[in-house]
Antibody
Framework: QLVESGGGLVQPGGSLRLSCVVS????????MSWVRQAPGKGLEWVAN????????TYLDSVKGRFTISRDNAKNSLYLQMNSLRAEDTAVYYC?????????WGQGTLVAVSS | EVVLTQSPGTLSLSPGDRATLSCRAS???????LAWYQQKPGQAPRLLIY???TRVTGVPDRFSGSGSGTDFTLTISRLEPEDFAVYYC??????????FGPGTKVDIK
């Protein structure tokens, strides 16, 4: 099970930190990803992180603004989002896997608006 | 970046019909790294098929994937009521970003 939290309404230029708590599998053995979906739109891969946190990759449009991290002791995945833009408005999903995630959370909505 | 296009945008069919969904890539997808997802309203996506044709455990065998290079197909042999949903293809053969197609909606005729 993957449970996201931390979404909400934020003004352009603001920050949010998303969290995802995992249970039911050995979190430290898996790459993890964040994938987002703008309202009424398709899916967009955002970032992923290696099992031990030593490798991270990002979508170009979020590089330098978003930071993915994890705490294996807490079975938790995070996404720190800074300098948010209107186009970042989406449901953000935490997902298990490097590239083709096989298990997904229910998502948390981030709305960027003044 | 590999761009995926899916056709048709919407497929209107009846239960029991065969559904054929297409996914085309702007360049060859390396190492057969193509996946298909199903998404129902208000739900998270569900991985159905990875590596072009490998079904995830628990996915009914009426779902099958095929293709190579730039052209891929998801076939649902006989539609069940629970299969009406949006289907996305995704490539993960190149370095990130792992791009998704825009989706095909399968709705009830």
């Amino acid at each position: 099970q993957l449970v996201e939290s931390g979404g909400g309404l934020v003004q352009p230029g603001g920050s949010l930190r998303l969290s995802c708590v995992v249970s039911g599998f050995t979190f430290s053995s898996y790459w993890m990803s964040w994938v987002r979906q703008a309202p009424g739109k398709g899916l967009e891969w955002v970032a992923n992180i290696k099992e031990d946190g030593s490798e991270k990759t990002y979508l170009d449009s979020v590089k330098g603004r978003f930071t993915i991290s994890r705490d294996n002791a807490k079975n938790s995945l995070y996404l720190q989002m800074n300098s948010l833009r209107a186009e970042d408005t989406a449901v953000y999903y935490c997902a298990r896997g490097h590239s083709a995630p096989d298990s997904w959370g229910q998502g948390t909505l981030v709305a960027v608006s003044s | 970046e590999v761009v995926l296009t899916q056709s048709p945008g919407t497929l209107s069919l009846s239960p029991g019909d065969r559904a054929t969904l297409s996914c085309r890539a702007s360049q060859s997808v390396s190492s057969r790294f193509l996946a298909w997802y199903q998404q129902k309203p208000g739900q998270a996506p569900r991985l159905l098929i990875y590596d072009v044709s490998t079904r995830v455990t628990g996915v009914p065998d009426r779902f099958s994937g095929s293709g190579s290079g730039t052209d891929f197909t998801l076939t649902i042999s006989r539609l069940e009521p629970e299969d009406f949903a949006v289907y996305y293809c995704q490539q993960y053969g190149t370095s990130p970003p792992f791009t998704f197609g825009p989706g095909t909606k399968v709705d009830i005729k």
